[in-house]
């Protein structure tokens, strides 16, 4: 805690007896982002700005419902070569086109509307298949086929009935 304003001196004298005291101790001698400029001084003069900063900071954007929209289907389909399986791109793109459809039937809230049309599901799967080619068939595994070794065994009463 600091320490309190004598009542004979001005704010003015005393703040800055405080910070010639702090730069004599050192204190501002290794603070972080030293040297370099500060941002946002030649831009245009924005009154939330801090509102922005902190959208920026924790990673959080704000879209109308149909801007937004677009840029999700944006996403999926550039997200389609990491998938890896045809049914996950077909279920992403099920799911991507209803909500598609459902934008596309409710009128607009807040924002523009949306002139998103539900994307080509086959298309993109053959863009898909095109890019990964099938995996070779597995061999098959040795306790699925009959061992030449070893007999099959017939049952007792078959048995019974060929002695």
């Given at each position: 805690?600091?320490?309190?304003?004598?009542?004979?001196?001005?704010?003015t004298d005393w703040i800055d007896d405080q910070i010639?005291?702090?730069?004599?101790?050192g204190e501002?001698?290794?603070?972080?982002?030293?040297?370099?400029?500060?941002q946002g001084l030649d831009?245009?003069?924005d009154e939330l700005w801090w509102v922005k900063q902190w959208l920026a900071r924790e990673g959080v954007s704000y879209l109308p419902p149909a801007l937004a929209l677009r840029l999700e289907a944006q996403k999926t389909v550039e997200a389609l070569d990491g998938m890896r399986s045809e049914r996950?791109?077909?279920?992403?793109?099920?799911?991507?086109?209803?909500?598609?459809?459902?934008?596309?039937?409710?009128?607009?809230?807040?924002?523009p509307p949306t002139t998103l049309s539900?994307?080509?599901?086959?298309?993109?799967?053959?863009?898909?298949?095109?890019?990964?080619?099938p995996a070779p068939p597995a061999p098959p595994a040795a306790e699925d086929a009959p061992s030449a070794v070893e007999?099959?065994?017939?049952?007792?009463w078959?048995?019974?009935?060929?002695a």
């Open positions: 805690m600091t320490a309190r304003k004598p009542g004979n001196r001005s704010f010639r005291d702090a730069q004599e101790r501002f001698d290794d603070l972080p982002g030293k040297g370099k400029p500060l831009g245009p003069q996950a791109v077909r279920e992403a793109l099920d799911d991507l086109n209803g909500r598609i459809r459902q934008a596309n039937r409710m009128p607009p809230i807040d924002g539900p994307l080509d599901v086959d298309e993109l799967v053959d863009r898909w298949r095109a890019n990964h080619p007999p099959a065994r017939r049952t007792w078959r048995r019974r009935r060929s």
